[in-house]
C-alpha cells in the first residue's frame, strides 16, 4: 500500500497594511500623472477616495468606494504603458519601506518548505511585479478587461472579501494546499473569509473591531512596526520586496504642486 505523500502548505498574506505600510492602489500615482494617464481632476478625486479609505478603515463602504473610484480613473489606459512605468519606477516606489516582520515571516515559511502566495484587492498589474520581487509563488489579485490593449474599466474578478477565500480553495485544489495547514495573515475585517479559510490565521496590526474579532475566531494579532528599506542591511534577500503607497494627503499635496507648476508655466 502506497503511503500517501507530505501535505503542501501555504502562506497567504494580505498586501495593503500587512506587508507593507499602506495602500499600494496609489503607489504609482505620481508616475502615473507624470505619465499623462492621470488628469488633475481625476487625480484629486481618487487621492480624495483614497484619504477616506485612509481614515475610515478598510471597510467595505470604503473599498467598494476606492474601488469605484480607481475603475474610473483606468478607464481607457494603455495596458502597455502602464506596465512600462511599473515596470521602470518600480524600485523608485516599493523599495524605501516595508515591515521587517512581515519580511522575516516570509523568509521563515518559506524555508519551512510553504508557498508564499500575495491576496489583494490591488490590481494585478501592480501586484504581480511586487510579488515577483518578494519572491512569491502565487498571486491572487483583481483583474480588469481589456479591450484593444486597453483597460474598459470594468473588474472581471474583484479580489475582496469572500472572494479572497473563494480564490484561495481554488488554488488550494489546484496545487494539493492542506487549508487546514496552511496561515493566512491580514489587517483587515474584509478578510475574515480568507482567515477563517485556513488553519493558523493572524490579525496584523489590528484596529478595535479585528482585534474583537481574532478572539472570538481564535487568531493569532501580530503587530508589525518596523518598517525597513529592501536595500537596507537587514533586507538582503534578492527576492524579497513590497511596496508603500503615497498618504492621501501627500497625493494631494505632491498633485497640488504639480498642478501649480503647470499653472505657473502656462503664465510664464
Not at 502566495?117 to 504581480?128: L, N, R, T, Y
Not at 496590526?205 to 494579532?221: E, I
Request: charged share 25%.
Amino acid at each position: 500500500m502506497t503511503e500517501p505523500g507530505p501535505r503542501r502548505s501555504a502562506a497567504f498574506f494580505d498586501l495593503d497594511k500587512t506587508i507593507i505600510a499602506r495602500s499600494s492602489s496609489m503607489a504609482f500615482s505620481r508616475s502615473f500623472y507624470e505619465g499623462g494617464l492621470i488628469t488633475r481632476t481625476k487625480a484629486l478625486r481618487t487621492a480624495f477616495a483614497q484619504f477616506l479609505f485612509e481614515i475610515g478603515g478598510a471597510d467595505e463602504r470604503q473599498t467598494t468606494r476606492l474601488r469605484d473610484a480607481l475603475s474610473e480613473l483606468i478607464t481607457g489606459w494603455d495596458v502597455a504603458h502602464v506596465d512600462g512605468i511599473v515596470a521602470e519606477t518600480l524600485h523608485e516606489h516599493i523599495d524605501p519601506i516595508v515591515y521587517q516582520e512581515a519580511l522575516d515571516l516570509i523568509r521563515r515559511h518559506q524555508a519551512n518548505g510553504r508557498d508564499v502566495v500575495i491576496v489583494s484587492a490591488s490590481a494585478f498589474q501592480v501586484v504581480e511585479p511586487i510579488a515577483r520581487l518578494l519572491g512569491a509563488d502565487g498571486v491572487v489579485a483583481s483583474r480588469m478587461e481589456v479591450e484593444d490593449g486597453r483597460f474598459t474599466g470594468e473588474i472581471s474578478f474583484y479580489a475582496y472579501g469572500p472572494a479572497k477565500a473563494e480564490a484561495i480553495r481554488e488554488l488550494a485544489e489546484e496545487r494539493g494546499y492542506d487549508l487546514g495547514i496552511c496561515y493566512a495573515y491580514s489587517d483587515s475585517i474584509t478578510d475574515t473569509p480568507m482567515l477563517d479559510e485556513v488553519g493558523h490565521g493572524f490579525a496584523v496590526n489590528p484596529d478595535r473591531a479585528m482585534r474583537r474579532a481574532a478572539r472570538r475566531h481564535g487568531w493569532g494579532v501580530l503587530t508589525f512596526r518596523r518598517p525597513v528599506g529592501l536595500r537596507s542591511p537587514s533586507a538582503v534577500r534578492p527576492a524579497v520586496v513590497a511596496t508603500v503607497a503615497l498618504a492621501a494627503v501627500a497625493a494631494v499635496w505632491l498633485l497640488a504642486v504639480a498642478v501649480r507648476r503647470d499653472h505657473d508655466a502656462d503664465d510664464a
